[in-house]
């Protein structure tokens, strides 16, 4: 499968063979979208299972390529559509990231073993810790001194991971608040001046401790790759204060284009990071993907329902907001509308193209999709599709103005 389709203007940079314009129809995996949202009504998240197979197979051969023993285990607060999960445990390619007690059952009843499950949590409770000594298969990175303390209580003698927190932090177009460490003190995992009593803590319960965990942000591309080396770099220190470490799990953050300027991650380029630092150190190394894995392969498909020209703005409604997927509310993420339909791709010629403001049907001021975002004419009854929707979107969805509800649906791909 191409990464990009060619498309004859730039307004569509997010064409590819799977998820393009056919004869006028917007198509995801062979389907019509406007099709789609007729016969099941909106608002509903289809997703691409081959599309998700294919990033976790491109995981898989960048980082055989290191050399290194590895496993991929997929971060399910990303999105936990059971049909989904159920899928990736069919292809045989990830385990499961899971941050909950709740998602670590919920990932057995897809089909995971405790042994696919690499947990890690923050501000675990006693009932989290009790819930997890029945289950000495999973694998589990303690975040703080007060974790190994109580773990340890529980579950002496047992093999543990420490979370780390390096101090430093990489995201997305480098968005502060897309890090989960750096300049402000975060409550992600142990500081440098804390380890050598976490070490000493685990000894003390008999825990021992075989690898080393650390997460540093979301949605890095190429050009925080530089600096996601230096947060490498720093966690290497650690690594080597643990004689007979087996594992480092790098947790997740790999970015995917939200914007035409965006360039994919270079899987490559991100592979020699990894070898340059583990390959002598000769240990297991683990990648935590949730975005990577699923945010390109959906899309949410609401409809117009109105459109309306207030002062000098020109809005188009939708009947959905942002309790759908909150990332363009609450972190500033780009979002992409794109109508179902359109006469050709002449629509998207420039001087065709209409500034309008997208509103959802959310009772809140901050209830904007896009502003000013140009596009075809758009008529009510029309159907939107918002790309980049396959993660972190229902899976965090509310029902705030009991306006929560929406279907979801794996597509397999079809000529």
């Not at 502060?176 to 975060?186: A, I, K, P, V």
């Not at 300027?261 to 990071?273: G, K, N, T, V």
């Not at 993907?289 to 000098?312: A, C, H, M, Y």
Request: aromatic share 10%; proline share 6%.
């Amino acid at each position: 499968m191409l990464e990009h389709a060619t498309t004859t203007t730039p307004a569509l940079w997010w064409e590819r063979d799977d998820l393009c314009f056919k004869d006028g129809e917007l198509t995801l995996a062979g389907y019509s979208l406007a099709e789609l949202a007729r016969s099941g009504g909106t608002p509903a998240f289809f997703y691409n299972a081959e599309r998700i197979r294919s990033k976790l197979q491109r995981l898989h051969d960048a980082l055989g390529r290191t050399g290194l023993p590895y496993r991929i285990f997929y971060a399910m607060k990303a999105n936990r559509f059971a049909p989904l999960l159920t899928f990736i445990r069919t292809t045989g390619l990830a385990g499961i990231d899971a941050c909950s007690p709740q998602e670590l059952q919920f990932a057995l009843g897809c089909g995971f073993n405790a042994e696919d499950v690499s947990y890690t949590a923050t501000s675990v409770s006693n009932e989290d810790l009790d819930i997890l000594a029945r289950h000495p298969g999973a694998i589990i990175n303690c975040d703080s001194l007060s974790a190994i303390r109580r773990l340890g209580e529980r579950c002496p003698g047992r093999e543990i991971g420490l979370r780390i927190n390096p101090a430093m932090g990489v995201g997305y177009g480098n968005n502060q608040l897309l890090q989960y460490s750096g300049g402000r003190t975060t409550k992600f995992g142990i500081y440098a001046e804390h380890f050598a009593e976490a070490l000493a803590l685990a000894a003390e319960h008999q825990l021992k401790v075989t690898r080393i965990h650390f997460h540093v942000g979301i949605g890095y591309l190429p050009p925080q790759l530089p600096l996601w080396e230096e947060v490498v770099k720093v966690c290497t220190g650690f690594i080597d204060q643990v004689p007979g470490l087996k594992s480092v799990n790098m947790g997740g953050g790999l970015g995917l284009p939200h914007v035409l300027s965006d360039q994919p991650l270079d899987l490559d380029e991100w592979a020699a990071i990894i070898q340059r630092h583990f390959g002598p150190r000769n240990v297991e190394v683990c990648v935590e993907p949730g975005d990577f894995i699923v945010k390109d392969s959906g899309v949410l498909l609401l409809q117009v329902n109105t459109v309306e020209r207030k002062q000098q703005v020109d809005f188009v409604g939708v009947n959905g907001g942002f309790n759908l997927a909150v990332e363009p509310f609450f972190y500033d993420l780009p979002c992409e509308p794109v109508p179902c339909r359109i006469e050709d791709k002449a629509a998207y010629e420039p001087q065709r193209l209409k500034p309008v403001t997208i509103a959802g049907n959310i009772n809140e001021a901050l209830d904007i999709w896009a502003e000013q975002v140009p596009l075809p004419p758009l008529a009510e009854g029309d159907y939107l599709a918002f790309i980049n929707a396959g993660g972190y979107a229902s899976a965090m969805s509310s029902n705030h103005c009991m306006r929560g509800q929406f279907s979801e649906r794996l597509l397999f791909p079809r000529e």
